[in-house]
T-cell receptor, first 118, second 110 residues
Framework: DTGVSQDPRHKITKRGQNVTFRCDPI?????LYWYRQTLGQGPEFLTY????????KSRLLSDRFSAERPKGSFSTLEIQRTEQGDSAMYLCASSPLTRLAGDTGELFFGEGSRLTVL | DAKTTQPNSMESNEEEPVHLPCNHS???????IHWYRQLPSQGPEYVIH???SNVNNRMASLAIAEDRKSSTLILHRATLRDAAVYYCILPENTGNQFYFGTGTSLTVIP
């Protein structure tokens, strides 16, 4: 399978613990995105990487959240001191660079990592 | 945040065309119009996107109004597998932030 891969698919943790999610984008996709989705809502943008550079961050990304893409390939999203409000589906997407300015093109999403904080 | 307006839900009979509307009256000249859909328990899936001209692909057609303040996603022949939440999106800021909103939940009736 050559799609976007996310791990783990499900994570149950106790409040206050740290969790880390990994995303493996489609090979050679320069752009990588993290989104969060709660029940009944659409996905919310968290952050965006172009290669290894984190270019955009949402105000939703509090200081307990950190994302990295050290070699411009896979990415990790860490949540420190989890809270019950962090329970959500965390989605990763990737896309290739496009030639047209302003055209993000197609985003390819993974199936997500579901976090439950008890 | 919301730059698009969609109906919360729509129904269609199987094998009939479906027209999913989207209003985006504050669209700028450089905003692309994107459509994604999300099936239950899956990540969003790209459907189509366009700037000014109508667009067609194997999944759907995108009809963009002449003033670009609205668009319509057309599924030519709805199947049960098309039952999903459909999101109309104008990427924000540099074009890399997609605001999904709550979309239109499409029910396909056999």
């Amino acid at each position: 399978d050559t799609g976007v891969s996310q791990d783990p698919r499900h994570k149950i943790t106790k409040r206050g613990q740290n969790v880390t999610f990994r995303c493996d984008p489609i090979s050679e996709h320069n752009r990588l995105y993290w989104y969060r989705q709660t029940l009944g809502q659409g996905p919310e943008f968290l952050t965006y990487f172009q290669n290894e550079a984190q270019l955009e961050k949402s105000r939703l990304l509090s200081d307990r959240f950190s994302a990295e893409r050290p070699k411009g390939s896979f990415s990790t999203l860490e949540i420190q001191r989890t809270e019950q409000g962090d329970s959500a589906m965390y989605l990763c997407a990737s896309s290739p660079l496009t030639r047209l300015a302003g055209d993000t093109g197609e985003l390819f999403f993974g199936e997500g990592s579901r976090l439950t904080v008890l | 945040d919301a730059k698009t307006t969609q109906p919360n839900s729509m129904e269609s009979n199987e094998e009939e065309p479906v027209h999913l509307p989207c209003n985006h009256s504050t669209i700028s000249g450089t905003d692309y119009i994107h459509w994604y859909r999300q099936l239950p328990s899956q990540g969003p899936e790209y459907v189509i996107h366009g700037l000014t001209s109508n667009v067609n692909n194997r999944m759907a057609s995108l009809a963009i109004a002449e003033d670009r303040k609205s668009s319509t996603l057309i599924l030519h022949r709805a199947t049960l597998r098309d039952a999903a939440v459909y999101y109309c999106i104008l990427p924000e800021n540099t074009g890399n932030q997609f605001y999904f909103g709550t979309g239109t939940s499409l029910t396909v009736i056999p």
